[in-house]
């Protein structure tokens, strides 16, 4: 997981290896990444980002039992992002791709760790804003920038019930299946992370992200389709688990938005321009949109930028991780005409193959996410039976960095406001009590409700200094 303000838009980190260290000062490594059939270097791609807040499995290890101080990460280069406007006020993305000014990471645990028969959980978290320097996201990129990526970790007991990603909920989990075996009830999926080098199933190079095994069982809630036997290779999954005493996971929730799985592409990531006029002498260009890919599954369609998509044939839908969205004191909807600069949401497409300049690729399904918005309180108050808090944002978020392109219809009244809608099953996981003027951190879907942002939150935690 990582710790951050809403700055940076995407950060990649290339991790060659994780080693433990003993109370006896030994190396015991704990993850090394193998050599790809392409002879391809030996690196996992882990994108920070979209696990703000929220943890996510990297991987699953047998560590020899013992007492363990510290643990030891090497990524030898990183990649960041983040969205900002030019002078004509259009959206630009500035990348920067540099060498770790510290290859190895050595992250003290605050006191020792016991690791017995039992399974636990370490969380390797990326403190974003101590890891990086970099300029104004307005101006142009190839201003200098550093890299130096800084962690906390913590170990965590994995309770027999979880209940919170303190002891093993994993929520939001964005994939895509790359086997299912209906006889164990298993399935292998490929997070939505890591760029790759080929086409996603056309060769036995795999994404180059982390990859999950999930036990499904009657307890496994199915949705979009009637069970593990209808889950095919190639479908884009959504996915909410617990980690298992014994250190598997089981998927409490797996969740079909689009149940094509041929030539697969799956996008994670903001909106960027919602095309209110339509592009001229380009098929598909009447209804598109701008989509930043954040973390993006190798297929036909790919890249790290923010491209047009046509969106017209889509699906829209809303993530089911919230189950709440029927007592929202205010209608939650996400289509066409609401769909606003700002919002996370995952596409899926299957073109063959990415299509020419004068055809834009079309998405089949998109789905508005999850997202963490990191504000400061301005009013505290309630509705019905949810308290709200007004939130501020930077000047740099997303939501107010975007909302002044021009050429937009669709215009929110506030952009730099949010009202966050919080109920008896928001998880408060934050350490500092919540009064105005707090910088908090908030997890949760993001709705245009007649051009005013309203936020169904599933959990608040600590705020990250603007």
Same mark, same amino acid.
């Given at each position: ?49 979209? +696990? ?6 990297? /991987? ?32 630009? +993305? ?14 003290? /645990? ?181 989509? /930043? ?36 004191? /205010? ?136």
């Amino acid at each position: 997981m990582s710790t951050a303000n809403d700055r940076l838009n995407q950060f990649y980190l290339g991790t060659e290896s994780i080693t433990m260290i003993n109370a006896n000062g030994q190396s015991v490594p704990v993850l090394n990444v193998p050599q790809t059939p392409l002879a391809l270097p030996a690196i996992l791609d882990i994108e920070w980002m979209h +696990v703000n807040g929220n943890p996510e499995p990297l /991987f699953v290890a047998s560590v020899p039992q013992g007492i363990y101080t510290a643990v030891q990460v090497s990524a030898s280069y990183g990649s960041f992002s983040c969205l900002g406007l030019d002078s004509q006020g259009n959206s630009i +993305v500035n990348f920067w791709l540099l060498s770790s000014q510290t290859p190895t990471a050595t992250i003290d /645990f605050s006191q020792p760790v016991t690791i017995s028969e039992n399974s636990m959980g370490i969380i390797l978290n990326l403190l974003v804003s101590q890891s990086t320097t970099f300029p104004d996201c307005n101006v142009s990129s190839l201003q200098q920038a550093s890299l130096t990526p800084n962690y906390s970790a913590t170990a965590i007991n994995i309770a027999p019930t979880p209940t919170s990603i303190t002891n093993g909920i994993l929520k939001g989990m964005e994939g895509v299946v790359a086997s299912v075996d209906n006889q164990v009830g298993s399935m292998l999926v490929s997070s939505v992370e890591g760029w790759g080098d080929t086409p996603y199933g056309y060769h036995s190079d795999p994404p180059n992200g982390p990859s999950w095994t999930l036990l499904t069982d009657s307890n496994t809630a199915f949705q979009g389709i009637g069970g593990l036997s209808q889950l095919a290779a190639g479908m884009a999954v959504d996915i909410d688990a617990t980690i298992q005493q014994n250190g598997t996971l089981h998927a409490d929730r797996v969740t079909v938005y689009d149940t094509q799985s041929a030539n697969t592409s799956s996008w994670n990531g903001p909106v960027v321009w919602n095309h209110n006029t339509p592009i001229q002498g380009v098929t598909g260009g009447n209804t598109s949109v701008d989509v /930043f890919g954040r973390e993006e599954i190798a297929g036909p369609i790919e890249g790290s930028d923010a491209i047009a998509f046509n969106y017209g044939p889509s699906t829209f839908n809303i993530s089911k991780q919230l189950s709440n969205l029927s007592n929202l004191p /205010f209608p939650a909807r996400f289509n066409s005409a609401n769909m606003i600069a700002g919002q996370n949401v995952s596409i899926t497409m299957h073109d063959a193959q990415f299509p020419p300049a004068s055809i834009l690729p079309t998405i089949s399904a998109m789905t508005l996410l999850p997202q963490t918005l990191n504000g400061t309180v301005s009013a505290i108050g309630s509705s019905g039976n949810f308290t709200t808090y007004t939130i501020t944002l930077a000047s740099y978020d997303l939501f107010p960095a975007l909302a002044v392109q021009p050429g937009q219809t669709t215009l929110l009244t506030n952009p730099s406001q949010v009202v966050v809608y919080a109920d008896n099953n928001t998880q408060m996981l934050n350490t500092n009590p919540i009064a105005v003027g707090s910088v908090v951190r908030f997890y949760g879907l993001v709705f245009n409700d007649n051009d005013t942002l309203r936020m169904d939150c599933a959990q608040i935690l600590d705020g990250v200094s603007e």
